[in-house]
T-cell receptor, first 114, second 113 residues
């Protein structure tokens, strides 16, 4: 499967724990985007990364959220000290060359905070 | 501020009919538009895109129309099938400012057999 991979598909955390969401882009893609989706709503942009660089994090909450895309390995979205309001579906998309290219989405990680 | 919105939250059609899903946008700097299909429990699936220098683009059973004068986008699905049942999102991107996609709130398409 050469599509965008995300894991885990489902993640349950208790309030105060940390959540780590992983995204492997499509083969040959070096640009990654993270979006959050609440039930019955559209996707909201969080962060745009290239390898080892954060290009645009204007949609990311200032506290508790961080993202990285290392030279080797998947992109990681990290949420520290989760709260119930963090419960959502988190989608990763990748593109080949950057923001002018079509973004292809992964299956998402559904985070539930108890 | 910029926004992308949809006129109809739910559209119900009979199998075999044509479907039209509409979308309005307000950012005049938007130059690229995409339609995504999202089935329950899955990620958005790319359907078709169009750039602002075009008015119409056709794919397999789908057509996207862009009216820049009134900032309106539509997705037409010919001979709608039960497998087309999903939520459809329009998304836009501006050539200035944020490089990410701005999504509308979605329209649920229900195809009656």
């Amino acid at each position: 499967n050469a599509g965008v991979m995300q894991n885990p598909r489902h993640l349950v955390r208790r309030r105060g724990q940390e959540a780590r969401l992983r995204c492997s882009p499509m083969k040959g893609h070096s640009h990654v985007y993270w979006y959050r989706q609440l039930p019955e709503e559209g996707l909201k942009f969080m962060v745009y990364l290239q390898k080892e660089n954060i290009i645009d994090e204007s949609g990311m909450p200032k506290e508790r959220f961080s993202a990285e895309f290392p030279k080797e390995g998947p992109s990681i979205l990290r949420i520290q000290q989760v709260v119930r309001g963090d419960s959502a579906a988190y989608f990763c998309a990748s593109s080949q060359k950057g923001h002018q290219e079509t973004q292809y989405f992964g299956p998402g990680t559904r985070l539930l905070v108890l | 501020g910029e926004s992308v919105g949809l006129h109809l939250p739910t559209l119900s059609v009979q199998e075999g009919d044509n479907s039209i899903i509409n979308c309005a946008y307000s950012n005049s700097a938007s130059d690229y538009f995409i339609w995504y299909k999202q089935e329950s429990g899955k990620g958005p699936q790319f359907i078709i895109d169009i750039r602002s220098n075009m008015d119409k683009r056709q794919g397999q059973r789908v057509t996207v129309l862009l009216n820049k004068t009134v900032k309106h986008l539509s997705l037409q699905i010919a001979a709608t099938q039960p497998g087309d049942s999903a939520v459809y999102f329009c998304a836009e991107r501006s050539y200035t400012g944020r490089r990410a996609l701005t999504f509308g709130s979605g329209t649920r398409l229900q195809v009656q057999p």
